[in-house]
């Protein structure tokens, strides 16, 4: 696919929940922009499935500077390919633990989407055992070389990871709320996308929130705000919300044992660190759906609207008016939710 093809994809799409920038260094000047700040954007398994092609996203955005492309193996390939590519940042590739300091050095944003995926029949919680520790290790490191950055957590289980992220931080002395993000972008992805099919709406134009965690259930897509509004009856809504629900299974399932989604998260993964760089760089009015520390419910961490800012997090957004049936979803998620996130705060502070 044509770059320029990408870019204008990753534009259109991102200007449905973020206002398009008119300011100085609106991307419409493209990839010699001189006047945008300077940017590190760290990828952290950057030679897994969805590594590669966010490396290739984030290589597209005109917002970054540097990329640094780190993974345990297979990077120097990746960032090789990658940096030929005549798009404004300078690629580097780091492998291995020595190297993984010189990676995050500098850093603004860091997108970690590194860990095992699901097998079918696998649970995003079965990933904990292994997971929990990478997690663990990235993010001491992190708080050791940029203390400062803004953290994009998409290793599974989200609903853990973060809060291991969390406890990590806060045992370093590093730890700011407004820096560390669950990525559920794709479950605001697949709810626009299975919205607009059913609505038949253009995909385009559709904005619909999800909030709690990312996994089963405690994904809940709130249908009712969605627009364009379509008034679908309760059992296709129904429907939609198990379907955004079980979207992760849908694609483990698809891909009958070689992994899970890797493009669409990419895709997502590439729309909420454009975000956060938009944030960072004062284009106002950026909201995206993330899993933040939280005061919205009872639960120390919860997914919701959020505004990101010059410092991450702006303000963290209420859950608006739910129906009926999203009240019920809200206090059926809570239970699994808050045992999720108790397991990972344990994690972090047993080891
Ligand atoms: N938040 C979300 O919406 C989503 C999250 N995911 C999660 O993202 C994670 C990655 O998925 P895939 O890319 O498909 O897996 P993958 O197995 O294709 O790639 C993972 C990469 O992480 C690397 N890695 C392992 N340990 C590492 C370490 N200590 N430091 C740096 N890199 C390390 C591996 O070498 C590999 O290249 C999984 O946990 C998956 O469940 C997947 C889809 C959506
Ligand atoms: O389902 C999985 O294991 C990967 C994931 O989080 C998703 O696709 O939403």
């Known amino acids: 696919m044509k770059a320029a093809m990408l870019r204008s994809i990753v534009k259109r799409s991102s200007a449905s929940l973020v206002r398009p920038i008119s300011s100085s260094y609106s991307v419409q000047r493209g990839f010699s922009s001189e006047s945008a700040p300077e940017r590190k954007v760290a990828v952290l398994g950057a030679a897994g499935g969805i590594g590669q092609p966010l490396a290739l996203l984030m290589k597209l955005n005109p917002l970054v500077s540097r990329l640094a492309l780190y993974d345990i193996a297979g990077t120097p390939g990746v960032a090789a390919d990658v940096s030929h590519i005549n798009t404004r940042s300078e690629v580097a590739g780091y492998m291995g633990e020595d190297q993984l300091g010189q990676a995050l050095e500098g850093s603004d944003v860091v997108i970690i989407p590194a860990g095992v995926p699901r097998k079918p029949g696998m649970t995003r919680d079965d990933l904990f055992n292994i997971n929990a ?24 289980p989200v609903n853990s990871t973060v809060p291991i992220a969390a406890e990590v931080f806060k045992k370093a002395g590093t730890y700011d709320e407004k820096k560390l993000f669950g990525v559920t972008t794709l479950d605001v992805v697949r709810a626009k996308t299975f919205y607009a099919g059913k609505a038949k709406v253009n995909v385009a134009d559709v904005n619909v929130p999800v909030v709690g965690g990312h996994a089963g259930i405690t994904i809940l897509p709130l249908f009712s705000q969605a627009t364009p509004k379509a008034n679908l009856p309760d059992e296709d809504i129904k429907a939609l919300t198990k379907r955004t629900q079980d979207g992760g299974t849908e694609v483990v399932e698809a891909k009958a044992g070689k992994g899970s989604a890797t493009l669409s998260m990419a895709y997502a993964g590439a729309i909420f660190a454009d975000a956060c760089l938009k944030g960072l760089n004062g284009v106002p009015d950026v909201v995206e759906c993330s899993f933040v520390q939280s005061t919205v419910t009872e639960l120390p961490f919860f997914a919701s609207k959020v505004r990101l800012g010059r410092n991450g997090v702006e303000e963290v957004l209420g859950l608006g008016p739910l129906s009926d049936f999203e009240q019920q979803g809200l206090e059926a998620l809570k239970p699994e939710l808050k045992s999720s996130i108790e397991k990972g705060i344990q994690f972090a502070n047993k080891s």
């Open 133 to 156: 520790g990478i997690v663990k290790s990235l993010c001491t490191a992190i708080a050791k070389y940029c203390p400062n950055a803004l953290v994009n957590m998409i290793s599974n």
